[in-house]
């Protein structure tokens, strides 16, 4: 089912930063809670085809998360950071490592929930590198891939589907 | 007494980065621990006429601090942020934010230590936030004041005056 909301990325050539902006037919205090829910948050999160292990979450200041995805074949990507601020229901900031990459190639990422008319809501994630090329590997390492996926495996949690 | 090592910042324009590179008459081993060890950390950290309280000092992964300098007069300022990755004695990345600032205009630290000849350090850090405004926001509410100063009352802790 195509979805009536999309996915844009927007990354500039030579900056260091992309933004992700999507909106979500669901009040945001509930789009929230499925940013720091355990069990609603792996029920989104990855591509489709992918089984998703929540191996740390804790969505506090300081506190560490850490997801497997499992795609078949013996194929698993991880990513890991930690939590610099978690509030309800506007903000989350936490930093963002790509597995299997070499370290030290981290993001910052800050994600700001807008309440709109309708009890829908507009979501904004900018994540920020230390240099442009640190960006351009994370997306090319597949940071994006499920992205999109995952946004509308949550458009059908919100729909009950 | 004047520092041999010249503290270095370039901020270039429209960019949302900062680097700061100072190099250190002590080996990696040392200036890696005068950054992670609380009883070094809080002698050379702030300007010289401050006092500085490790409010939480926990340099390991999800580890907080919050650092507290007052100046006297009854001023004080804080920061705080989180450890992402604390690597002996190579690598520390952590996020940075100033107090008393509207939240969320957070900075990503990646701190590398590099051993030189003759049992000397250099010190690269180089801090990104989402804007160059919150750069520049950061740099004009004082993140820059006391850190040469800082760096100078370093050198003479490795001097062991």
């Known amino acids: 089912v195509a979805s009536k909301n999309q996915t844009t990325l927007k990354a500039e ?3 260091a930063y992309l933004t992700i902006t999507r909106e979500f037919e669901a009040p945001r ?3 929230f809670r499925a940013y720091t829910d355990p069990k609603l948050y792996v029920r989104w999160q990855g591509p489709r085809n992918s089984k998703t ?3 740390k979450f804790e969505p506090r200041i300081g506190g560490i998360y850490r997801l497997v995805h499992d795609v078949g074949e013996g194929q698993t990507f991880g990513w890991h950071g930690v939590y610099h601020e978690v509030t309800s229901p506007e903000r989350i900031v936490s930093t963002f ?3 299997g990459l070499p370290k030290g190639h981290v993001g910052l990422g800050t994600i700001v929930f807008e309440a709109l008319p309708g009890d829908r809501t507009r979501m904004t994630h900018t994540e920020v590198y230390a240099t442009g090329e ?3 590997t994370a997306i090319e390492a597949g940071m ?3 992205v999109t996926e995952g946004y509308e ?3 059908e949690l919100f729909a009950g589907e």
Chains 1, 2 share one sequence.
């Open 13 to 15: 050539p030579n900056k």
């Open 29 to 31: 205090e509930l789009v």
């Open 53 to 55: 292990l929540l191996d």
């Open 97 to 99: 490592e790509i597995e």
């Open 134 to 136: 640190d960006r351009d």
């Open 144 to 146: 994006m891939s499920g």
């Open 153 to 155: 495996r949550l458009d």
